[in-house]
């Protein structure tokens, strides 16, 4: 699990999933095989009555999944780096309220207006990228739909930071091997550095470009002292 030493740190992944479990009488697992989900394009109601339901054509991806992206997605958009391990079911719920009030709300609107509890906070920007690879790596092993509901939030954070709010669940692998990749060359960096769409021009912690030394040049003779040529 990905903990942190933060006081008010606990277990995030722990808070994740188990708030994940907790909420399964909003949301019910489907099929995770998703259409792209345009948020600007979708009603609350379309959510609250379809999306939620799995009943959109073309839309099945695991409602669970759903609601951890939209979550990543509200976070980034909020401006804040932090991962909030016991708060899933406090958005889920909210969301659900804020929809159910303003039914022609966008998505969209919805997801970047609600407001809903904090708690357990981790700075994606005190995490470092191979901290994350290596406790991500075992939990894949030991919980793989565990890990893949991980992944979706940062999925959906990184696509906060960017200029799009298109959920596209299919790109989901695409983004999981972006990830490693990037951790695996840069491990000190970030967990933020990592997700964001911009990536630093230069690696924080990459390693320094070695000097490179000219050849020392002759000097210049002195006027008067120039050999007469031969």
């Known amino acids: 699990m990905i903990e942190t030493d933060a006081p008010s740190g606990g277990c995030l992944l722990a808070g994740l999933l188990s708030t994940a479990l907790l909420s399964t009488a909003l949301l019910v697992p489907q099929s995770t095989h998703a259409a792209p989900l345009n948020l600007a394009a979708v009603s609350c109601a ?93 939990l894949r092993k030991t919980d793989p739909q565990g890990a893949n509901t991980l992944t979706m939030w940062l999925f959906g954070y990184s696509v906060g930071l960017g200029n799009t709010h298109v959920l596209d669940a299919d790109s989901l692998p695409k983004f999981d091997t972006g990830l490693d990749a990037y951790c695996t060359k840069f491990p000190g960096d970030s967990l933020f550095d990592a997700v964001s769409p911009q990536k630093p021009s230069t690696p924080k912690h990459a390693a320094p470009k070695p000097a490179v030394r000219k050849p020392p040049t002759a000097p210049t003779p002195a006027p008067g002292l120039v050999p007469p040529p031969q």
């Open 46 to 138: 379309k959510y609250e009555n379809e999306v939620l339901q799995s009943t959109v054509p073309g839309y099945t991806a695991d409602p669970i999944d759903t609601v951890m992206w939209l979550f990543g997605f509200s976070i980034a958009r909020s401006g804040e780096r932090a991962m909030y391990g016991d708060s899933l079911t406090a958005f889920g719920f909210a969301l659900d309220a804020e929809c159910k009030n303003n039914p022609t709300t966008s998505l969209l609107d919805a997801v970047t207006t609600v407001k809903s509890e904090r708690k357990n906070p981790m700075d994606l920007s005190a995490l470092e990228c191979s901290t994350y690879e290596a406790r991500h790596v075992g």
